[in-house]
């Protein structure tokens, strides 16, 4: 989730609002956050479409909305990852691929430092070592720029906002009839 300094410049008196509902009956923020999954899942859904390679389309296949007061996507911590080159059958149970562990290398790129995949700086006597590897399994580098997920979430951050106050007057309408 954003800083929620961020959150409130881009929506002024959010924080407030939530301050404030939380006072209400929690019938009010139960109702809040199924509006809200409703606006994270169409950010998912748009990210899943936007996908474009098969690594892409197996880790946004990971991401979740999830219940909170404001739209919250998270990815899975559990969903398995398929490696064509060491499948997880063939791995321990703690060494198995998940989605979330490659989340951020299919969603801003490797390969940072340069092609190729030179030896480690230093080997120490246990095995160990530091240094290595640059992720070239990943499409190239793009900083914070992204490739599915951020540009998908900029893209629609307008319709985000939109959808988000329906949602609250929605329920706001709906909570006043009840009262």
């Known amino acids: 989730m954003a800083n929620p300094k961020d959150v409130e410049r881009q929506i002024p008196g959010l924080n407030q609002f939530l301050r404030d509902a939380r006072k209400l009956e929690p019938q009010f923020n139960k109702e ?51 490696s064509k080159s060491r499948p997880n059958r063939s791995r321990t149970a ?26 480690p700086r230093k080997s120490y006597r246990d095995g160990s070592t530091v240094g290595g590897g640059y992720t070239t399994q990943f499409r190239p580098h793009r900083g914070t720029r992204g490739y599915f997920f951020y540009p998908t979430v900029r893209d629609e951050g307008e319709n985000i906002e939109r959808l988000y106050a329906e949602a609250v007057e929605r329920v706001l309408k709906d909570f006043g009839r009840k009262r």
């Open 32 to 82: 809040l956050r199924k509006g809200s999954v409703e606006v994270a899942q169409h950010v998912v859904e748009r990210a899943q479409a936007n996908a474009s390679t098969p690594a892409e389309r197996l880790v946004a296949k990971g991401l979740q909305a999830r219940p909170d007061r404001i739209p919250k996507i998270k990815v899975s911590s559990s969903r398995g990852y398929a």
């Open 94 to 119: 703690d060494a198995k691929a998940k989605v979330i562990d490659v989340f951020f290398g299919t969603e801003f790129g490797g390969g940072k430092y340069g092609a190729g995949n030179p030896k």
